[in-house]
Structure formats: structure tokens, C-alpha cells
């Protein structure tokens, strides 16, 4: 279970270093800070998400509403964190993989992503369902 305690805290300080790097009196020089501080704290909200499912005993439907979430979000966020990638089906985290997770974590065999495949994640980006005619 210390890997679910280990995760987001370090992501979390990680946001609250780049932050310390944003010069209020110089918006433009902030800019890659700040973006920096929000795939950050993005990424801590992704892992905290996963430690209150599997930790916690959190459902799915509970940790998109506590993270300001719709539930079909949370599935492809869950996929790309540490401690349950391992149990994505396709591109994301279901009901059942948690499930699996949580048996695993009980059994002392859980598989979680090595922190060199997590640092490679690439945040999600929006993708527009149809192409734009104007």
C-alpha cells in the first residue's frame, strides 16, 4: 500500500515547485511554470483518484465527483496512473479492473507501473469529435 501513499504527494510537490518558479511581474516567462504546475496537478489528481479507489474503497462514480469529473472521465484518467495501469482493459480503467486491483493489493500482488513508464505518460488532450466546417 506505500505506493499509493508515495504517488500524488510527489506530483503535488511537483506543481508546488514550478509554481515557486512563476515571476508574477513577468506573465509571458510564467507561462511554461504554470503549465508545467497544471499537468502536475492534473497528474496528482489522476493518482489521488486511484489511491481512493483502491485505498479507500472510493467508487468510481465517487472519486469523478470529488475530482469535479464526469464518470466516463475517469476511466481513461485511471489508465494512465501508477497504480492501476496495469489493470486497464484498452484505454481504460473499469469496475472490474479496480476490483482486480483492490484483490491483488489484498493478496500482497499488485502490479503497479514502474516510475520510468509513468514518467513517459502523455497528458490527455482535447480532441474535437467532428471537424470544424468554418
Known amino acids: ?12 510537490e511537483a ?5 515557486a518558479h512563476v515571476d508574477l511581474s513577468d506573465p509571458q516567462a510564467a507561462l511554461p511554470h504554470l503549465r508545467e504546475a497544471a499537468v502536475k496537478v492534473t497528474e496528482a489528481i489522476d493518482e489521488a483518484m486511484a489511491a481512493a479507489l483502491l485505498t479507500e474503497g472510493a467508487t468510481i462514480r465517487q472519486a ?5 469529473l464526469t464518470e466516463n ?3 481513461p484518467r485511471l489508465a494512465r496512473t501508477s ?3 496495469a489493470y486497464r482493459e484498452g484505454d481504460r480503467v473499469t469496475r ?3 476490483e482486480r486491483a483492490r484483490y491483488d493489493l ?8 514502474p516510475p520510468a513508464e509513468a514518467a513517459q505518460r502523455q497528458p ?8 470544424n466546417p468554418g
Open 83 to 85: 497504480l492501476l495501469a
Open 96 to 98: 472490474t479492473g479496480v
Open 124 to 131: 490527455l488532450r482535447f480532441r474535437a469529435r467532428r471537424p
Open 73 to 75: 472521465a475517469v476511466g
Open 106 to 113: 489484498e493478496e500482497g500482488r499488485h502490479k503497479s507501473t
Open 64 to 68: 469523478a465527483t470529488l475530482a469535479g
Open 1 to 12: 500500500m506505500s505506493t499509493a501513499a508515495e504517488s500524488w504527494p510527489e506530483t503535488v
Open 15 to 19: 506543481a508546488r515547485a514550478a509554481l
